[in-house]
């Protein structure tokens, strides 16, 4: 089967939720150059990757072939997305890639997308109807054909009075804005071009139909952009909203594991940054289960007094283990450890609290404040990574005869998503802040950015740790006042306020 997914015009958040649906259960993905990071990293790991990039000019495939594979892949049984930009109906040559499916009696579905000819002027505050100004909208390619005709009819557009929403037009405004003068529009019309739009790289010039090629010009703008013309233009610095946001116009790059990115990607978004998510490492659960069953076999029978945990990923992998051979009552008794507020935060996903939170957010202070709150001969048991701290195990091993079980319950894989690997994102992309939840994350990033001058990268971290592992890359670092989530976002609108990057 083949679906035909609108992406969206770049947020990803403005990805809906069947499309979402609908391409984690993708075999199959064949995308455009216009779907943005955020979508893409949407994309299951093991989906087989096909690109059909379009630009202005350059066609990687032609449209023929796209159909073709469409076809051939659907019929070898596999679950096929054709993903493309804004909405595969508008503009997106959707309908010829049915054609050839339906001949063939393959099944298909088509999720709209946004399109960008109502989002992007929207985040950039000009409605595209207005009651006081319009009360229609025309939508219009601004491609040019082959030969460089178009067949437009300018008369037409002019005298049905409404709000003109010029899609995949940026190499023809200056005969589309010629065309709409010489059909009679006023010269003092208002009119847009916005680049960009929803993303970070937003930017958006106004000025009338007559200056609008000029000013254009003078900015430098580049496709992907949309053209608005109408009276509904003046309202933009009036109505903008997407820019006034703490973050808006940075663009962070988030590298923690996959199943725990989602929160501090929301908390970014919140602040308007445009959120890149590059899990640079997984975990993975240690080869050596003897060892797991029998510590948890040894917290059935009481005999722990303390379970530690330094990582919400060791909070969850360890209890995800221990609910298949028992249950929470096991833990009946045993008092609760966790270095900081994202390990508790986790506990608390199942129904459990922390006991005890170090005063600073680290391995040291977790292990000496431990150390002095524990009795004497007291049994710990610390589920954690492989390649652990050591600083924990030192400050515990000052305590009074405490008797420590370290069990590498997962290691820590360094592995970036595949989707940004192929597409040479990083190289091709500029990112304004690297945010790095512990040193896994900076040796993850640094293994996988491949031609990166990282003396470049300017790196939020959330303790010295982490920071001093960023430094010894030679990367420009911030550190978090405290080891939460929250901290960091406030971390990174300090750097970017610093640097002048916003306003806010």
């Known amino acids: 089967m083949v ?28 995308y455009d150059a216009l779907v943005g990071p955020g979508v893409l990293s949407m994309i299951p790991e093991t989906a087989r990757l096909i690109y ?25 049984g596999y679950r096929v997305v054709r993903l493309k930009g804004g909405d595969p109906f508008l503009f997106g040559r959707g309908g010829e890639e049915l054609e050839l499916l339906r001949e063939h009696g393959i099944p298909f579905e088509v999720v709209p997308g946004v399109t960008s000819a109502l989002a992007v002027p929207a985040y950039n505050g000009i409605p595209v109807t207005h009651r006081d100004f319009c009360s229609s909208v025309h939508i219009i390619t601004g491609h040019r054909r082959s030969d460089n005709t178009d067949d437009l009819d300018f008369d037409a557009l002019v005298r049905g009075e409404g709000t003109l929403v010029f899609l995949m037009g940026v190499r023809a405004l200056p005969d589309i804005c010629t065309g709409l003068l010489e059909a009679g529009m006023p010269p003092d019309t208002p009119a847009a071009v916005l680049e960009n739009g ?125 609910t298949e051979r028992c249950d929470l009552r096991a833990l009946a008794g045993v008092r609760l450890a966790a270095i900081g507020r994202g390990s508790e935060k986790e506990l608390r996903k199942y129904g459990l609290k922390a006991d005890f939170i170090p005063s600073v957010y ?53 592995r970036a998503p595949r989707i940004m690997e192929e597409t040479g994102f990083l190289q091709r992309e500029n990112v304004d802040f690297a945010v790095f939840t512990s040193a896994s994350t900076v040796r993850g990033f640094v293994e996988s950015a491949h031609g990166i001058d990282l003396t470049g990268v300017r790196a939020v971290c959330i303790g010295r ?40």
């Open 198 to 322: 929803t993303t970070s790289r937003q930017r958006r010039v106004i000025a009338t139909v007559s200056t609008l090629p000029e000013a254009s010009a003078r900015s430098s703008i580049q496709p992907p952009a949309v053209i608005v013309v109408g009276p509904v233009c003046a309202l933009a610095e009036q109505f903008s909203w997407y820019e006034k946001r703490p973050l808006a116009g940075i663009r962070v790059l988030v590298t923690r594991p996959k199943e725990l990115i989602s929160g501090l990607s929301s908390m970014l978004r919140r602040q308007g940054a445009e959120v890149l998510e590059y899990p640079a490492i997984s975990t993975e659960l240690t080869e050596d289960r003897e060892t797991l069953d029998a510590a948890i076999r040894k917290l059935e029978q009481g005999e722990f007094d303390w379970l530690v945990f330094t990582s919400p990923s060791g909070v969850r992998i360890f209890l995800e283990q221990m």
């Open 465 to 504: 740790q982490t920071q001093r592992e960023a430094v010894r890359f030679g990367m420009r670092t911030w550190v978090a006042a405290e080891a939460t989530l929250e901290s960091l976002v406030a971390c990174v609108k300090q750097a970017a306020s610093e640097l002048g990057l916003c306003e806010h």
């Open 3 to 30: 679906w035909l997914v609108g992406a969206g015009p770049g947020d990803p958040g403005l990805f809906t939720l069947r499309g979402k649906e609908v391409l984690e259960q993708a075999e199959v993905v064949v």
């Open 52 to 76: 059909a990039g379009k630009r202005s000019g350059n066609h990687t495939l032609v449209q023929e072939e796209i159909n073709r594979i469409l076809l051939e892949e659907a019929q070898k």
């Open 362 to 414: 680290d391995g040291r202070t977790l292990g000496a404040e431990l150390a002095g709150l524990c009795h004497t001969g007291e049994r710990i048991l610390i589920p954690r990574a492989a390649a652990g701290n050591p600083e924990l195990l030192d400050e515990l091993s000052r305590g009074d005869h405490l008797m420590v079980t370290d069990l590498a319950l997962y290691q820590t894989l360094h």
